[in-house]
């Protein structure tokens, strides 16, 4: 029996050290046993093992398993050092096997995986620094209590993203500490350690601003967004109640400042608030396709696109990239844009229900069609989507995109090929799906299709010019 001892919970390094001369020398994972130690020289506690410095000759792994490895190692699950060190061991006779979705251990580390990217999701989103003074002057510190091993692989985000600031984060495991120029590390603290009082958090309360339209934005969903475990760290919440108060002058300078941000300062904090969106998309539950999905797909393009494109939901391909239209039906739709003369870097492209619905059949996964509850779960991004990227033009590809849209049942052949006005605003066109196109059969029929589909795009792209032309007379 082997005993393997890891300095730290959440060191990938010290654990692909000691498993990669194990699974050279072909050992078992039955006689290996995992376990995490205080004092890093207790690396092999057990019988000597082979060190990573001695070559494994031929041993490579795929990329995919590094990273499904990186982050399934960052879980809490006790059992995943020896979890990976199966699949690595499997991984020298059936090098594919990190594909298989269908296996039941690579199943079940994806699902380990999943969950830590969703908590270092929200630790980036939920996050909440208070302003204290120390004898150095203005220090930020934040309390987060996160469910994995998450802290030290999120230390970089915070450092890009506050890099001018001096904050600590503190958890119960571990504080890191930034003075502008260095990180440090120190032990875990209490809820007690960090200060009460007002957050100071000006970033966030305009990221709400910016994304609070009062005419749209429903109160009660923007809350039921924000797991309620966050609500009380939170200094936009704090925003509500003087929304539903009516304090208005505030809001409406507020508001004013976030539209002249939305129109005029497109690379600055339109930007920011799209990132703050998406990663609090990516920790999304409000209907249960997240949970056998792979991970939120949300919308891709420049905030400053004025084209919006709908489609459906993401398919096998879209769930495995994170991407929308990457796979088959975005060819299509890439051809079709082409063809069009829109270029796809320039317009925004997204979905009305962010997760992959699918059956499993054996190996397969089979797109199954969102119903009318989980679009309208998911609608609550595309208003945010909306409400950021304020395209000229949004195009729904076929019914789904269109009921999310318009909130109604529409009949594509009766509705295609016009300019519509949307009911919060904004004009949007009616087309086909672009699957729609790869299902027909009939080669003559699929040519005269596609001719119909860049028809369609070809009068969008002359409405958001004639919309430009306007603007700039
Ligand atoms: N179909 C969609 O509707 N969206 C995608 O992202 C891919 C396929």
């Not at 000597?48 to 000759?57: F, I, L, Q, T």
């Not at 199943?107 to 380990?112: A, G, M, P, V, Y």
């Not at 120390?134 to 987060?144: C, E, I, L, S, T």
Request: glycine share 6%; proline share 7%.
């Amino acid at each position: 029996m082997r005993v393997v001892t890891l300095p730290a919970p959440d060191d990938f390094d010290a654990w692909r050290d000691a498993a990669r001369p194990l699974a050279a020398a072909d050992v078992p994972p039955e006689d290996v046993v995992w376990q995490v130690g205080d004092t890093p020289t207790d690396l092999f506690a057990g019988q000597a093992v082979a060190h990573e410095s001695a070559p494994s000759p031929g041993f490579t792994v795929p990329r995919p398993f590094i990273d499904l490895a990186r982050n399934a190692l960052l879980a809490t699950d006790p059992e995943r050092f020896a979890l990976l060190y199966m699949l690595l061991a499997r991984l020298r006779r059936e090098p594919k096997l990190v594909e298989d979705h269908a296996d039941p251990l690579v199943r079940r580390l994806e699902t380990l995986a999943k969950n830590v990217r969703r908590d270092i999701h929200k630790m980036r989103a939920f996050l909440r620094f208070r302003e204290v003074t120390d004898d150095a002057g203005v220090r930020y510190v934040a309390w987060f209590e996160p469910e994995h091993h998450i802290v030290r692989a999120n230390a970089a985000f915070f450092v890009n993203r506050f890099a001018s600031m001096r904050w600590s984060i503190l958890t119960p495991d571990v504080s890191l500490h930034w003075d502008g120029k260095a990180l440090s590390e120190g032990p875990g603290a209490t809820k007690a350690d960090s200060p009460e009082g007002d957050p100071i958090e000006a970033v966030w309360k305009t990221y709400y601003a910016s994304i609070f339209n009062p005419a749209r934005v429903k109160i009660g969903a923007m809350l039921k967004e924000m797991p309620r475990k966050y609500w009380k760290n939170m200094p936009e919440t704090a925003l509500v109640p003087q929304l539903i108060a009516g304090a208005q002058a505030r809001e409406a300078s507020m508001i004013a400042t976030a539209q002249t941000n939305q129109r005029g300062d497109v690379g600055g904090n339109s930007q920011l608030a799209w990132e703050a969106l998406r990663d609090e998309a990516a920790s999304c539950t409000r209907c249960p396709l997240y949970k056998p999905a792979t991970q939120t797909v949300f919308g891709e393009g420049p905030v400053s696109a004025r084209l919006m494109f709908v489609g459906e939901q993401p398919g096998d391909q879209e769930d495995l990239a994170g991407k929308p239209f990457v796979g088959p039906a975005g060819q299509v739709f890439n051809r079709a844009l082409a063809t069009a003369g829109i270029e796809r870097d320039t317009v925004y492209v997204t979905n009305a229900v962010k997760h992959f619905k699918f059956e499993q059949r054996g190996k397969r996964r089979i797109h199954a069609k969102p119903g009318a509850g989980e679009i309208d779960a998911c609608r609550w991004w595309i208003e945010q989507e909306q409400m950021l990227i304020r395209p000229a033009v949004s195009v729904a590809l076929g019914a789904t995109a269109a009921r999310s849209l318009f909130g109604r049942v529409v009949t594509i052949g009766k509705e295609r090929g016009r300019a519509q006005q949307l009911p919060g605003g904004g004009e949007a066109w009616i087309t086909v799906h672009p699957s729609y196109l790869l299902r027909i059969d009939d080669k003559a029929r699929a040519e005269d299709e596609f001719a119909q589909f860049v028809e369609d795009l070809k009068k969008v792209r002359a409405a958001v010019a004639a919309q430009d032309t306007v603007l700039a007379e």
